[in-house]
């Protein structure tokens, strides 16, 4: 038997447009089928309430909820996590909706919403999410309150008021508990959270990868510097070192491991912090080369990658020092000299023979590497965004026929030839630049200064740094992406480049989002021990966190008390109300006291008849309190006259 909807639910439209836009806070994760049957769930229940359509039999809610479950488990194989957990709550809310009768279902599609907005924020704690965040909350909120204002209730608006006044007295507790509650190690409040990585370098290149991450203008991350800024010629990050090569893409190695070659600095040291945007791998940017590290955040590798132990999923900041002039490596093991002149066994032979003729020709690793660059620099090569696609022997194709690429496209085909020479050599990926933003003081690099690079062992000085671009486009290296390509090229930033207006709101809004980085989405348990110290605190432990919480709660609770009793105190009376209690007062020596139902009039006249001795005072007393009371205008001393009156009844 189907069970009626309530015809015109208390609250309905409100409960479903927060849970609107709760899922919608998901849109870019959930899958599409999750996406259609909530929404499907949020038309129909409206639909029914509007036209009085039943519920559906409890069979069908029974076999829903069932589906549901066996949907996630085979989407996700499992039912925890932010992802599947996500899934699995949206698909709740829509079976939920399928038996909403009172306001007890609201209220737990309510909660259901609040779930979503905050499982949103452990995905994601990108500042510009954050509007959204607060606008469903105060949504679920005020539905909660109209759902329980009655039927004599306010307005939506009037319950979308409350809970705005209600969330901002619930600031100061809000602040007490981010400052002060424990803070869980790792990523934000010890969730990792996988899906909040955006695109960022791969462990992989092929010609074109760096071309389609170079359209991008998002922020890779952003550095603040101890001292001055280092010129555009050493800004070389690096990042993931490429060893691997199949013909036509260079790779990684996975699980391998081969010795650490010692690093002799030769110049001073560039020391500063660097903030990196989440990019789901483990390594860590660094100012080419880096030297010194937070050990137990970093290590270093064999090719002098800066890894993390886990993937950075969230932001991460990393204080670094580097030295841009080193010797890397002294003596080359014979495991790694062997990786790094490996060439594919078959494919691109143009371009080996190339190298074995320079080899013959030149015999010096250096001399051929020079040999390289000339025939980039003097030969008609074209530095552009959108290489054409090159066949299956790319680097043939590249440097024998279409000779327009991208920094990947130099980068590769330079290391082939060396290794075809016989000279060690490895592709190196990262960023290179960046933009100084002047209102934040920091460098922000975007993933738009992707990079490419080639490193070379010589004997007489170990890896060296070799950019064949810079051969080809010295620009890019000097001035950035936007000047070393066609102004018909799809570089990002060109409207800031010519619109003074645009440039400095962009940097604004970048200093923004730095500010929120820094001081919200990476407030750690250092931090908060940090701003216990700034407070006095000497040596600040996890005793004196819970003092100081304790303390902050009950001062929050203590305020809270003093203004709700405050605000809901007895109103005063006015004078004439306060006169006549006192003349009540008195009376009630001689047996009078007022009836439960005898107005004041009343009552005077009463106490005029069964007191003779004051007939006289208390029937002045009535018309003062008379005239004061309900007289049009009351007349100029009666107030003083009244009060003379009331002070010299006697007893």
Request: charged share 20%.
């Amino acid at each position: 038997m189907r069970e009626p909807a309530q015809a015109g639910l208390r609250g309905l439209d409100g409960v479903l447009a927060a849970l609107a836009v709760s899922v919608a806070a998901h849109f870019a994760n959930l899958p599409g089928w999750a996406l259609l049957l909530v929404l499907a769930a949020i038309a129909w229940r409206w639909t029914a309430d509007r036209r009085g359509l039943p519920l559906p039999p409890r069979w069908l809610r029974v076999t829903a909820a069932v589906a549901a479950l066996v949907l996630v488990l085979a989407g996700y194989r499992t039912v925890n996590g932010i992802e599947a957990g996500t899934a699995f709550l949206v698909l709740m809310a829509a079976v939920k909706l399928l038996e909403t009768r009172a306001a007890r279902d609201l209220t737990v599609l309510v909660f259901i919403a609040w779930f979503l907005l905050y499982a949103a924020l452990l995905r994601d704690q990108r500042l510009q999410l954050l509007p959204w965040l607060l606008a469903g909350t105060l949504l679920a909120t005020g539905a909660l309150l109209r759902v329980y204002s009655g039927s004599a209730g306010g307005s939506r608006r009037d319950s979308l008021r409350r809970a705005a006044t209600l969330m901002l007295q619930a600031l100061p507790l809000a602040a007490a508990l981010f400052l002060l509650f424990p803070r869980l190690p790792g990523p934000f409040w010890g969730l990792s959270t996988p899906s909040s990585a955006r695109t960022g370098l791969s462990d992989e290149m092929t010609p074109g990868d760096v071309s389609d991450l170079s359209a991008s203008g998002e922020p890779a991350f952003r550095v603040r510097f101890d001292g001055p800024l280092p010129p555009p010629a050493q800004r070389y990050w690096r990042g993931p070192v490429l060893h691997e090569f199949d013909g036509r893409s260079w790779r990684r190695p996975r699980g391998q491991a081969f010795p650490e070659q010692s690093v002799t600095a030769l110049g001073a040291p560039v020391d500063y912090q660097i903030t990196l945007e989440p990019h789901d791998r483990n390594w860590i940017l660094a100012l080419d080369l880096p030297g010194e590290w937070p050990a137990q955040q970093a290590y270093r590798a064999y090719d002098f990658t800066l890894l993390s132990p886990r993937p950075l999923t969230d932001v991460a900041s990393y204080r670094l020092r580097s030295y841009p002039t080193v010797r890397a490596g002294t003596t080359l093991p014979v495991s790694l000299r062997r990786r790094d002149t490996q060439l594919p066994p078959s494919g691109n032979p143009r371009t080996v023979a190339l190298g074995r003729e320079l080899r013959e020709r030149h015999g010096d690793a250096r001399e051929i590497s020079q040999a390289m660059l000339r025939l980039f620099r003097n030969q008609p090569f074209e530095y552009t965004m959108q290489p054409p696609r090159l066949a299956s022997d790319a680097m043939d194709e590249f440097l024998f026929s279409t000779r327009k690429g991208f920094c990947e496209h130099y980068a590769s085909a330079f290391t082939l030839v060396m290794r075809a020479a016989g000279v060690p050599a490895r592709v190196v990926t990262g960023y290179q630049g960046g933009e100084f933003n002047t209102i934040g003081g920091y460098l922000l690099v975007r993933q738009s200064d992707a990079h490419a690079w080639s490193e070379i062992w010589l004997d007489d000085s170990g890896w060296v740094r070799v950019d064949p671009t810079a051969a080809v486009a010295p620009e890019r290296i000097e001035r950035g992406l936007i000047n070393a390509v066609g102004a018909d090229e799809p570089a990002p930033g060109r409207l800031r480049q010519e619109s003074e207006l645009w440039l400095q709101v962009t940097l604004t809004w970048d200093v923004v989002n730095d500010f929120w980085n820094e001081r919200f989405v990476r407030f750690s348990a250092a931090r908060q021990f940090d701003l216990l110290e700034s407070l006095g605190f000497e040596d600040p432990d996890w005793r004196t966190l819970g003092l100081g919480l304790a303390a902050s709660l009950a001062a929050f609770f203590v305020a809270l008390s003093v203004y709700v009793g405050w605000k809901h105190r007895e109103p005063p009376r006015d004078w004439p109300a306060r006169l006549h209690a006192e003349t009540a007062r008195r009376l009630r020596r001689r047996g009078l006291v007022p009836g439960r139902t005898e107005g004041p009039i009343a009552f005077l006249d009463r106490a005029a008849a069964e007191c003779p001795d004051l007939a006289s005072d208390l029937a002045r007393i009535r018309e003062l309190y008379s005239g004061l009371r309900y007289g049009p205008r009351p007349g100029a001393g009666d107030l003083s006259r009244l009060k003379h009156l009331v002070n010299r009844l006697r007893a």
